[in-house]
């Protein structure tokens, strides 16, 4: 099959990586894959790249930094053109922003490819965007973000959720059962390796020795809720240090200044993601935060992922999927999502190294044996098999 894969995020952001690493396991399986995703810099000529033999075009974008994500007219218009140079058995769409949204219905509809559409995030009717802080942004855009993400999945031959909660939702809009179908996000055991803590640590410049429990995300929504956690640990432990790793975020530094936390807390701001997996390798445990909201109820983080293949026991919240992750497999503790009781799970493995080892020996196996990106590939091969059959 010649699939096309449209996504919104910048590369190496967000639902990228569940496009990617869903190609890279198709290239592997004989098919061939293009992976569309909007470029950190380019204004009108795309950059065209082959990663892990997946053909990635990053398309040209209008939008400034964060504004980067789907909407830009421009960006739109240059993707409907530039694919239909081509024939494609599969379009798969990842959510419905304008970028990915218009080229796959023109797809559809004008080459007669078959459309999938992935659903990744609970954006409008309450979800994430009722989470932003500009009254613009939660308010009065929501309609738009609804309308987007409920109006045109009923053109779609097929449909993939992350999340049970959204495969709920397709069913509570007569959504037909036979087409949505529900495949998490996986481990990327192929990219992250488990690397020695000593060797990490001095290549960053971080204490060799002290418990160091880490964050890495792009999103960062709940960052006070690790904030708030640590500093409750720092109780008991006080020689702990957090690790944090993505874009800045001034509220989070004033947040560290007020509770006066500067000393314990290395900020090492976005990185590469070729990166990450050393910081990664620098922690003791790995931080999860995941407040009870819609928002988050219907997430499947990729990075819960990445987490697993690091090797490194993760503390959590008891939300959505990711208590069936935890079920039954010792890989790190759920809590509530209140700074004390967050805190309390934080500091309970850091003081106990040996425990959190084991832990994280868990974790790698789960990702090898259960969520490996590859176990996911049959079943989306199936997915795209019934819309080219019609169904």
Known sequence: MHVLMLNH????????FRAFYFARELVAR???VTVATISSDRLFTPRVSEIDGVQVVETPDLGISLARTGWDPWDSLFRIAYFQREHFDIVHGFDCRPVVLAPSLLLRYGRSARWVSDWADWWGRGGAISERKSWIGRVAFAPFETFLEERFRWLANQIT???????ERCISM???????????????????????????RQALGLHPEAPTACFVGFVQYDLELVIRGFAE?????????????GPENRQAQRLIRELQLEASISDAGPQPFCEIENYLGAADILLLPMSDNLMNRARGPIKLGDYLAAGRPIVANPVGDIVDVFRGEEIGLLAADTPQAYGAAIGELLAQPARASQLGQ????LAEQRYAWSAYAPT????YDRARAGF
């Open 9 to 16: 995020n910048v590369i190496w952001r967000s639902t990228f």
């Open 174 to 200: 007569k959504l037909p059962r036979d087409r949505v179908h529900y495949i998490p996000s996986g481990a990327n055991v192929r990219g992250i390796r488990v690397r020695d803590r000593v060797e990490c």
């Open 30 to 32: 004989g098919h061939r």
């Open 380 to 383: 989306l091969e199936a997915v």
């Open 233 to 245: 640990a720092k109780r008991t432990l006080p020689e702990a240090r957090l690790l944090l790793v």
């Open 362 to 365: 868990n974790a790698r196996r």
């Open 161 to 167: 959720v992350t999340s049970r909660a959204l495969y």
